[in-house]
């Protein structure tokens, strides 16, 4: 079956451009998860959606990123006014809800701020 | 604050070695321990996961051990070969709640 899908696989923005990242997850996984990854660091957590449940947004590290889930299925990550400092792979993930459940990660967006 | 430490960053082993990377954390709601393997590149995959109520779980050449009471557990790669070379991120989980990764474990296993 399908993993998670992830577009584009690769962007490059102009600084102070909007850009919008799209995450596919698998079919009947409630749970979804952002993560960022600079390059040859760890996963930095973004947010969580969990089923409809209130999102945890508390790894957004500003105003300018959002995120949201539509029919908690489809997720956008909008990050506005980009900055060097965002250039980074973006990382999706679902899982089913429930304990002990795999985390499925996607293949990323890498980001490219110019 | 970082609710999962991992250590070391980075690791060298010869081939047919052990590597051993160890995790602490803090937050006792955590109910689940999966370990993930990330090629460059690539997104994490999951390798092997533990439960709390074991302490020992061996999948082929991977072993986790947990230690409850002092909230540690480790990764044993037992006959390391140059394909393990990859980047290994411990994680804990509390039910509901979101995935905490580790920093990230470099590993590279020299033929």
């Known amino acids: 079956g399908a993993g998670v899908s992830q577009s584009p696989s690769n962007k490059v923005t102009e600084k102070g451009k909007d850009v919008e990242l799209r995450c596919d997850p698998i079919s009947g996984h409630t749970a979804l998860y952002w993560y960022r990854q600079s390059l040859g660091q760890g996963l930095e957590f973004l947010i969580y959606?969990?089923?409809?449940?209130?999102?945890?947004k508390s790894g957004l590290p500003s105003d300018r990123f959002s995120a949201e889930r539509t029919g908690g299925s489809v997720s956008t990550l909008t990050i506005q006014r980009t900055q060097q400092e965002d250039s980074a792979v973006y990382l999706c993930?679902?899982?089913?809800?429930?304990?002990?459940?795999?985390?499925?990660f996607g293949q990323g967006t890498r980001l490219t701020v110019v | 604050q970082q609710q999962v430490k991992q250590s070391p960053q980075s690791l060298i082993v010869q081939k047919g070695g052990i590597s051993i990377i160890n995790c602490a954390y803090e937050?006792?709601?955590?109910?689940?321990f999966p370990w993930y393997q990330q090629f460059p590149g690539k997104g994490p995959a999951l390798l092997i996961a533990i439960r709390p109520d074991v302490s020992e779980k061996k999948e082929g050449r991977f072993t986790i051990s947990f230690n409850k009471s002092a909230k540690q557990f480790s990764l044993h790669i037992m006959d390391s070969q140059p394909g393990d070379s990859a980047t290994y991120f411990c994680?804990?989980?509390?039910?509901?709640?979101?995935?905490?990764f580790g920093g990230g474990t470099r590993v590279l296993v020299k033929p």
């Open positions: 937050n006792t709601a955590f109910d689940y």
């Open positions: 959606f969990q089923g409809n449940s209130a999102p945890d």
């Open positions: 994680a804990a989980k509390a039910a509901g709640n979101k995935l905490t």
């Open positions: 993930a679902s899982s089913l809800a429930g304990k002990g459940t795999e985390a499925f």
